[in-house]
């Protein structure tokens, strides 16, 4: 099992920052994709930010110029720091992660992909 835990949302005006911290945990034997996905209320969710494990990074449009994706791959944690927060940046941000973990039988590694509980993120304008 690989488990994904998120910290650091909450309230915040507008034009404020914010950084999400999200930790994996477990049988893991590697990752290769960590991200920020967010969905707001009434809305399918989307994705923010992405970081390879090589630490190519891909951004939404949208926060393009206001957040900043990192990871420490020996830590196995995820960081996005949110600058210029707006009202609509207000939503559930989840951290997803994939790559492979030990299991019997896989001699490379199982893949896997997980998912956080999630974090609330409110922008008041």
């Known amino acids: 099992q690989v488990q994904l835990v998120e910290s650091g949302g909450g309230l915040v005006q507008a034009g404020g920052s914010l950084r999400l911290s999200c930790v994996a945990s477990g049988t893991i034997r590697s990752i290769n994709t960590m991200g920020w996905y967010r969905q707001a209320p009434g809305k399918q969710r989307e994705l923010v930010a992405t970081i390879t494990s090589g630490g190519s990074t891909n951004y939404a449009d949208s926060v393009k110029g206001r957040f900043s994706i990192s990871r420490d791959n020996a830590k196995k944690t995820v960081t996005l720091q949110m600058n210029s927060l707006k009202p609509e940046d207000t939503a559930v941000y989840y951290c997803?992660?994939?790559?492979?973990?030990?299991?019997?039988?896989?001699?490379?590694?199982?893949?896997?992909?997980?998912w956080g509980p999630g974090t609330q993120v409110t922008v008041s304008s």
């Open positions: 997803n992660a994939d790559g492979r973990q030990t299991y019997d039988g896989w001699s490379s590694g199982r893949p896997f992909e997980s």
